[in-house]
């Protein structure tokens, strides 16, 4: 069964923030949230990743609710670079095959002139 | 440039002519895997390696086989290709199973067809 739930599409202007939701209503406490983005057929790429505070770097912003139960990718000013498949994973860190990275179908964002 | 690399790009074959895909990394990784990425599918696990001579099978590991002889290859082999084979590849490889952060990288990625 799939640990997280997201649109299978999004459209954003270019130049305004790109909010990208993420259902993980299972998640357990040991286990983090990450995304990660997939540009046309090219190799997945981290973007960030967070355990229960929001998290900040410079390519974008997590907000996690205070329950974990969602989670909010914000990319703060969208450009036409950023059209891509975004996935929200979660997964613990460390040993054992829990720690494999199993990405879902994720999120076609389109940023749009 | 710490990279995984991956040959070839594209690739065409025929039913049943056994093919190897190779996967290279020059950090030092102790753990790579193997995805394949189908359209409405996502991308999905078909091996992955601990270490040296320790592989795990993934999700869809029917119709591969996989080596890691030496800790910076770990070949994608199909015996006998069949054409629901078709797929786009990607490996990874990571500091250990399970590395936090951005500890994985993934090759630029082997679009594989079988006629």
């Known amino acids: 069964d799939a640990k997280t739930t997201q649109p299978t599409s999004m459209d954003c202007a270019e130049g305004r923030a790109a909010n990208l939701p993420c259902n993980h209503s299972?998640?357990?406490?040991?286990?983090?949230v990450y995304w990660y983005r997939q540009i046309h057929s090219q190799g997945p790429q981290y973007i960030i990743h967070?355990?229960?505070n929001n998290e900040t770097n410079e390519m974008a912003s997590l907000i996690i609710t205070e329950d974990r139960k969602s989670s909010t990718l914000i990319l703060p000013h969208a450009t036409l670079r950023d059209t891509a498949v975004y996935y929200c994973i979660v997964r613990v860190e460390g040993g054992g095959s829990q720690g494999n990275l199993i990405f879902g179908k994720g999120t076609k964002l389109s940023v749009k002139p | 440039e710490a990279q995984v690399t991956q040959n070839p790009r594209y690739l065409i074959t025929v039913t049943g002519k056994k093919l190897t895909v190779t996967c290279s990394q020059n950090?030092?990784?102790?753990?790579m895997s193997w995805y394949r990425q189908d359209p409405g599918l996502g991308l999905r696990q078909i091996y992955y390696?601990?270490?040296?001579?320790?592989?795990d099978k993934g999700d869809v590991p029917e119709g591969y086989k996989v080596s890691r002889k030496e800790k910076r290859n770990f070949p994608l082999i199909l015996e006998s290709p069949s054409p629901n084979q078709t797929s786009l590849y990607f490996c990874a490889s990571a500091p250990r199973q399970g590395a936090g952060g951005s500890g994985y990288t993934f090759g630029s990625g082997t679009r594989l067809t079988v006629v």
């Open positions: 299972t998640i357990s406490g040991n286990e983090y």
């Open positions: 390696s601990m270490n040296v001579e320790v592989t």
């Open positions: 950090m030092n990784h102790e753990y």
């Open positions: 967070g355990l229960k």
